[in-house]
């Protein structure tokens, strides 16, 4: 029987500054790449949420001027640029894995769907961050929706709870 190389792998990592998204990536880390396949890549995509729309005037009677509005957009940036700094350091020993950032601005659950599609990724990861039963209901789980959404397997790692976690 002849040797088969191993099909090169796109693995998306949806990462953002959370404990449950670095978990989910190291997880990923030592659990996914363990074949020292060279042909595969790691995708990791954070998403800056999409900037308010302020009107001139906001309920108070107060003005956001420009320089408030570009202070807001460095601070995003900023975030996102450590998330990923962060995330890449996490990358660090894998050896003859591409490691990949991209970085989107828009809604988390569209940008993370929009995103699994065009590049084509064979797995999408991503991690819980364990909302209840109200949370969920109000602030929506992102990891669901691009479970129920997303055309190519997904993998949901939940950071396990610690003892004393008051979750």
């Known amino acids: ?15 953002d500054e959370s404990e449950e998204s670095t978990y989910a990536l190291s997880w990923c880390i030592e659990n996914i790449f ?4 060279t042909n595969d890549a790691l995708i990791l995509l954070y998403s800056i949420p999409p ?3 302020y009107s001139s005037l906001d309920g108070t009677g107060y003005l956001f ?14 975030v996102a640029q450590c998330v990923m700094e962060k995330a890449k350091r996490l990358c660090k020993d894998l050896d003859g894995v591409k490691v990949e950032t991209i970085v989107e601005r828009g809604d988390a659950r569209d940008v993370i769907c929009q995103a699994a599609e065009r590049l084509h990724v064979d797995m999408l990861v991503m991690g ?5 039963v109200i949370k969920r209901a109000f ?9 129920q959404n997303v055309k ?3 993998l949901i790692v939940k950071k396990p709870k610690t003892n004393g976690s008051s979750k």
């Open 1 to 15: 029987m002849a040797d088969v190389a191993a099909k090169a792998r796109k693995i998306l990592v949806a990462v």
């Open 34 to 37: 363990t074949g020292g396949n």
């Open 51 to 53: 900037r308010a729309v």
């Open 65 to 78: 001027s420009s320089d408030i509005l570009a202070t807001m957009e460095r601070y995003s940036n900023d």
């Open 128 to 132: 819980s961050h364990g909302y209840g």
């Open 139 to 147: 602030l929506g789980s992102v990891s669901n929706h691009c479970a």
């Open 152 to 154: 190519c397997p997904v």
